[in-house]
């Protein structure tokens, strides 16, 4: 699997979705783990809300920390797939 590829599908699925309303729109960072590990990030949510944040590392291991009405969605995915298939629900 391409990791840059899938982080960009992954970045322009939620772009496109509507349901993501905040007016600030889908952000993208990159930081560093506490152990010095680089991942990427994406924070997206509906209304006003930073409803959701995912940290990114690579195609088969991604974190979603979630509040409010996508709290439930919390946790770690281990596809891109799985991930935006929770999302839609």
Same mark, same amino acid.
């Not at 982080?7 to 010095?36: C, D, H, M």
């Given at each position: 699997?391409?990791?840059?590829?899938?982080?960009?599908?992954?970045?322009?699925?939620?772009?496109?979705?509507?349901?993501?309303?905040?007016?600030?729109?889908?952000?993208?960072?990159?930081?560093?783990?506490?152990?010095?590990?680089?991942?990427?990030?994406?924070?997206?949510?509906?209304?006003?809300? *930073?409803?959701?944040?995912?940290?990114? +590392?690579? #195609?088969?291991?991604?974190? @979603? =920390? $979630?509040?409010?009405? *996508?709290?439930?969605?919390?946790?770690? +995915?281990? #596809?891109?797939?799985?991930? @935006? =298939? $929770?999302?839609?629900?």
């Amino acid at each position: 699997m391409n990791t840059k590829l899938d982080f960009a599908y992954l970045l322009n699925s939620i772009q496109e979705n509507e349901r993501w309303t905040a007016p600030y729109g889908v952000l993208e960072g990159e930081g560093k783990s506490k152990k010095g590990k680089p991942f990427r990030s994406i924070t997206f949510g509906i209304a006003r809300y *930073l409803d959701a944040y995912i940290t990114y +590392y690579n #195609s088969g291991f991604m974190i @979603l =920390k $979630a509040q409010g009405s *996508l709290e439930h969605l919390s946790g770690v +995915y281990k #596809s891109v797939e799985s991930l @935006l =298939k $929770a999302l839609e629900q």
